[in-house]
């Protein structure tokens, strides 16, 4: 019904920079908050960022400073500017959104989805 997809990521030197993005697309009849979680290797996986359909934003204490969370509502889309610091920003790193999501018939149902994850990789 409703599906998310990241791009952006790959390998980057620690000290660069790297934009994430992911764009919904489905029966989407609202998009409620939107954010990055990452899982490193052998770790749960962990809230980055959050930004609400208003623009409020909150942030893991470990990327504050550093990170930069941002959405366009026209076009369902949540964006992760990442200013890497070290290589322990590795991991894959997942949107997510919650979703009111028509179903027909007048319906809707609300709905937590989830992007398949973009591998970042940052080098020493």
């Known amino acids: 019904q409703v599906q998310l997809a990241e791009s952006g990521g790959g390998l980057v030197q620690a000290g660069g920079s790297l934009r994430l993005s992911c764009a919904a697309s489905?029966?989407?009849?609202?998009?409620?908050?939107m954010g990055w979680y990452r899982q490193a290797p052998g770790q749960q996986r962990k809230l980055v960022a959050i930004i609400s359909s208003g623009g409020s934003t909150n942030y893991a204490d470990s990327v504050k400073g550093r990170f930069t969370i941002s959405r366009d509502n026209a076009k369902n889309i949540v964006y992760l500017q990442m200013n890497t610091r070290k290589p322990d920003d590795t991991a894959v790193y997942y949107c997510n959104a919650t979703v009111r999501a028509y179903v027909g018939a007048g319906t809707y149902q609300d709905l937590e989805v989830w992007g398949q994850g973009t591998l970042v990789t940052v080098s020493s």
């Open positions: 489905g029966n989407i009849f609202r998009i409620n908050d």
